[in-house]
């Protein structure tokens, strides 16, 4: 798969994508993106994980890394709040290695 103008592999429009996220996936468009990861730069991940997660045909993600004491969950998007890893449904997601929604 190439790389788009921009230099980011591209990915259909969303409303293309499977409606429901256990529906049909173009797999190599996932190994691309996965592939892409491993050289995006930290400031351009969040924009990666919403082109996968149109792939996968879901809306948006939310990217949430935590701090050295394992307190708070910070958002990569500075609009977001900053998550407590002991008493939010992210921080069991994270403290359970689970998902949660």
Not at 10 to 36: C, F, K, M, N, Q
Not at 50 to 64: E, W
Not at 78 to 86: K, M, R
Request: proline share 8%.
């Amino acid at each position: 798969m190439k790389l788009g103008a921009e230099g980011v592999i591209p990915v259909p429009d969303a409303s293309r994508a499977p409606a429901d996220p256990g529906g049909a996936v173009d797999e190599s468009l996932l190994e691309a993106l996965i592939t892409e990861a491993q050289i995006v730069l930290p400031v351009d991940l969040s924009a990666l994980a919403n082109r996968c997660a149109s792939a996968l045909g879901l809306n948006t993600v939310r990217i949430y890394v935590v701090d050295l004491q394992q307190v708070v969950l910070v958002p990569l998007d500075e609009s977001l709040e900053a998550l407590p890893v002991d008493a939010s449904q992210a921080g069991w997601a994270y403290r359970t290695v689970s998902p949660h929604g």
